[in-house]
């Protein structure tokens, strides 16, 4: 391990809401020894859950602790834990309800540098809490590397529509599921409301945003298959008139957070559209690097194109 003052001071950030099980998140990985390579470990928590952290346990691991109130989290009092502590890593139990960029605002000690940031979600009660807290919990999720649902069970929950809330907020998350054993839960499939074996897929208005979320991750499973539905015509600044968005606005998490989601169409020169028409599209799907998605992702290639009206519900919900 080198010495302290040549590399930066990790923090590992871990978020959720009360009862969400971070501490007994951190206690198994301090237990597993996860942390046991640097010298000085510290865990900073922000928030007093109903399981308290095994000071045994702590102290055999060579981690200390810090509880600090909502009063007590400033740039001076980390500061004050720095010199006391000296630590080479900093595991953070971060409090729910506050906004992830209360981080930056509060200014971290010199050294210091979010390496990681894990969100963990009870299943249990996810229903509930994402109907009451979307933009609070939302936050959590769009800052994450990763997002561990636990206390899951895939015979009575939708695990796939849990995915879809995560993965439309941060298409680059990684989304775990663990069993209320603690166990990873594989094979969590999605249950699809169109035929992905018929010859021409129909995806009715209501389901663009499953299938917008699918499409997006599974190239294999959506590579050359055609599907029908209805698009918005919207266009990127400088986008050439052969191309556009074939798009839908969706709420992402609130309703005051609706965005436009959507995936490159190519039109080419047999069709002309104007931005915002609503179209009756058959398309054919591939899969291209873009400027536009910064990577691989779907592009639509036009078999057939028809102007029409909007849907009844022009608002997508995942």
């Known amino acids: 391990m080198p010495e302290q003052d040549e590399y930066l001071i990790p923090i590992f950030l871990i978020n959720g809401q009360l009862e969400s099980g971070k501490t007994t998140f951190i206690s198994e990985l301090v237990e597993g020894g996860q942390f046991d390579d640097a010298q000085k470990k510290l865990i900073i928590a922000l928030e007093e859950g109903e399981v308290e952290y095994d000071r045994q346990l702590l102290k055999e691991h060579g981690v200390d602790l810090e509880i600090l109130t909502d009063e007590e989290f400033t740039k001076e009092k980390l500061e004050e834990l720095e010199e006391k502590y000296s630590p080479w890593a900093v595991i953070m139990e971060y409090n729910g309800m506050w906004d992830p960029a209360r981080i930056a605002e509060t200014g971290l000690p010199e050294g210091w540098a979010i390496y990681q940031t894990i969100t963990l979600m009870n299943a249990e009660t996810f229903k509930l809490q994402w109907s009451n807290m979307q933009s609070i919990m939302a936050e959590t999720v769009k800052t994450a590397e990763s997002v561990i649902f636990n206390r899951c069970d895939l015979e009575t929950m939708d695990l796939g529509s849990f995915r879809r809330s995560m993965k439309v907020l ?149």
């Open 170 to 318: 941060n298409p680059a998350i990684d989304v775990i599921f663990e069993d209320k054993n603690r166990e990873i839960i594989t094979g969590v499939n999605e249950v699809l409301p169109y035929d992905m074996d018929a010859e021409s897929i129909d995806v009715a208005d209501e389901d663009f945003g499953i299938w917008f979320v699918d499409a997006r991750e599974r190239h294999d499973a959506y590579d050359g298959k055609v599907f029908h539905f209805k698009a918005q015509v919207f266009r990127l600044k400088n986008m050439d008139k052969s191309i556009f968005v074939a798009s839908r606005k969706a709420m992402t998490c609130c309703e005051n957070d609706i965005a436009t989601v959507g995936f490159i169409a190519e039109c080419g020169k047999d069709y002309v559209f104007e931005k915002d028409e609503w179209l009756e599209l058959t398309v054919r799907v591939g899969y291209e690097r873009r400027n536009e998605y910064n990577d691989v992702g779907p592009v639509l290639k036009i078999i057939e194109a028809k102007k029409t009206e909007p849907p009844k519900q022009e608002i997508v919900y995942f």
